[in-house]
Nanobody, 124 residues
């Protein structure tokens, strides 16, 4: 089981960029599919982006396609979310997620581990 710690959240103006990082403990990071979800106040947690074990396959929620990029560095046990052209509606707590299985689809399978979340606020 991995443990996940997010960082990189903050306050940014609309049109700006942020990069979130998620550092994982443990020696089995490369055996996990990884992803990001977000939750705005009063709303349910929603899928943002996912990546397979090697980074060869990435997939995104419709609202972030073309603006966000997920990547991972298995040597550093870290997954990233580069967020560009941010909009006020991107404001949320962003959670890192891990699912065992190199080719697991993180949208459709139960998550094994969640991070504690990092706040992203986009001002208009």
């Amino acid at each position: 089981q991995v443990q996940l710690v997010e960082s990189g959240g903050g306050l940014v103006q609309a049109g700006g960029s942020l990069r979130l990082s998620c550092a994982a403990s443990g020696r089995t990071f490369s055996s996990y599919a990884m992803g990001w979800f977000r939750q705005a106040p009063g709303e349910e947690r929603r899928f943002v982006a996912g990546i397979n074990w090697s980074g060869s396959r990435t997939y995104y929620g419709d609202s972030v396609k073309g603006r966000f990029t997920i990547s991972r560095d298995n040597a550093k046990n870290t997954v990233y979310l580069q967020m560009n052209s941010l909009k006020p509606e991107d404001t949320a707590v962003y959670y890192c997620a891990a699912k065992s299985g190199r080719y697991s689809d993180i949208r459709t399978t139960a998550i094994d581990c969640w991070g504690q979340g990092t706040q992203v606020t986009v001002s208009s």
